[in-house]
């Protein structure tokens, strides 16, 4: 298959890449695309090219595919195979595109040759000299009417008025420990995550948990005045929010990205700080010192 001959089946195959978004990694040269499917073979993998020339110049980048199991989950509900609340995720892949112009449009497909390639979608490399900068911020959505709102809402902003990345301040599904709220909340916020950085961090409902281990490594947080020992992501325990938006984000030399869901960037004359309320942020913990040395 060549650049001018693109496999483009059914979208509703589930091998065909679905919910692509974009995650910022902090490097002005640098853009990270993550998409579902059902199959991590062959490899996943991106085409880009600058908006102004042809597909013809596209440059190519392979990825890496990541899932979950129940046993990963840490408690019920989210772990239970019974009445369809844990269901195959299927796979996440990433990838990054490289040795992008700052502040330049480019075009891009996710996919392979073998079950085919996404749509275009289009989006604006970071700056890397301080500008004014149009961004989105919000925080609590879930797949309802108002949810749906939002996210049109979201994409009109980007397109119509020029923001540049959105930040969404954790609950984000409430997916609650039904696996299947994630696909419908992914297909709902894609279209204006494929087209501008959609930047995430974790609330309560999807991470907060009393038993088992988070992806972070980090002790889970249910002092009696916080949470008063409830487990508000039903035993997700931040995994599906990590495979499936949080392992791309930025990392940084102070010990924030990574495994963490606390990390910052800068885009233009913005210095972005993107905290998790979910684990510890007292003086002396992890967090804190992070936030101090940043």
């Known amino acids: 298959c060549s650049l001018g001959e693109l496999v483009v089946p059914s979208h509703d195959a589930p091998t065909t890449p679905k919910q692509p978004h974009l995650v910022y990694p902090g490097i002005p040269s640098k853009m990270r695309v993550m998409y579902v499917s059902s199959s991590a073979s062959p490899l996943p993998s991106v085409k880009y090219w600058k908006t102004n020339e042809s597909e013809d110049t596209a440059q190519v980048a392979l990825g890496t595919s990541a899932t979950y199991d129940q046993t990963q989950l840490c408690e019920e509900s989210a772990n239970q195979v019974a009445q369809n609340l844990f269901r195959d ?11 992008l112009v700052p502040d330049t449009r480019y075009t891009y ?16 490399s970071a700056p890397n000299v301080p500008r004014t900068v149009r961004f989105v911020g919000f925080g609590d959505q879930s797949f309802s009417q108002a949810g749906k709102n939002t996210s049109y809402y979201v994409k009109k902003e980007i397109e119509e008025n020029g923001s540049e990345f959105t930040l969404h301040f954790g609950d984000l599904g409430y997916a609650l420990g039904k696996a299947w709220v994630w696909d419908r909340w992914g297909s709902m916020v894609s279209p204006g995550a494929a087209i501008a950085p959609y930047m ?17 490594g980090e002790e889970a947080f249910n002092p009696w005045w916080w949470n008063n020992g409830r487990h508000a992501s039903n035993g997700e325990c931040g995994v599906p929010t990590f495979v499936r938006w949080g392992s791309a984000m930025p990392n940084d030399n102070h010990g924030g990205g990574g495994n963490k ?17 979910e684990h510890d942020w007292q003086i002396g913990s992890n967090q804190h010192t992070w936030l101090d040395k940043g």
């Open 89 to 99: 995720p299927g796979f996440t892949h990433t990838i990054e595109m490289d040795e």
């Open 109 to 124: 497909r996710v996919g392979n040759d073998e079950h085919g390639w996404s749509d275009e979608h289009n989006f604006q």
């Open 200 to 216: 995430v961090t974790v609330g309560n409902h999807e991470l907060d948990h009393t038993q088992g281990n988070d992806p972070s």
């Open 261 to 277: 869901m606390w990390y910052s960037f800068d885009w233009g004359n913005v210095h972005v700080v993107m905290m998790d309320s």
